[in-house]
């Protein structure tokens, strides 16, 4: 399973280093759900597609790409959308296809469209909420 980035708070800030372990998470997952570019970038607030191939190209040589507090707190939501789907469906395909699939209550759209559509921080919030309610309302 994919390993989750929890903030370590000292000072009141995160660590140097969770830029770095929040990025590799962010692309690992971006990988494994199938998302494209474009809307990777949306989901980090307007990245552009330049930026997020500098970012990967840092982390491969081991640097450390510096992110905004939105964007840190939006891989948190990714990372905790995928966490709460890993524990809902046992099989990987169906917890890694969750956020692509349509879903009646998103009104036919995917969490994925729903969240893009919507293009900001809350919409990523609601969908952990929502994903988390899905599950039992247990925020992991």
């Not at 000292?10 to 770095?20: C, V």
């Not at 789907?85 to 699939?101: F, P």
């Amino acid at each position: 399973m994919l390993s989750l980035v929890t903030s370590s708070v000292e000072n009141g800030g995160k660590k140097e280093n969770d830029d770095y372990v929040a990025l590799k998470g962010f692309f690992r997952l971006m990988q494994l759900w199938g998302i494209r570019r474009a809307d990777q970038g949306v989901l980090l607030g307007g990245a552009s597609r330049k930026t997020l191939n500098e970012w990967e190209r840092a982390l491969a040589a081991g640097k450390c790409p510096h992110l905004s507090s939105d964007q840190f707190e939006r891989i948190s939501y990714l990372l905790g959308i995928h966490e709460a789907t890993r524990i809902l469906y046992k099989e990987k395909q169906h917890a890694y296809g969750w956020i692509t699939r349509p879903h009646k209550k998103l009104g036919g759209l995917s969490p994925l469209e729903w969240v893009v559509g919507h293009k900001s921080i809350m919409a990523l919030q609601s969908m952990r909420y929502y994903v988390d309610d899905l599950k039992g309302g247990v925020a992991t």
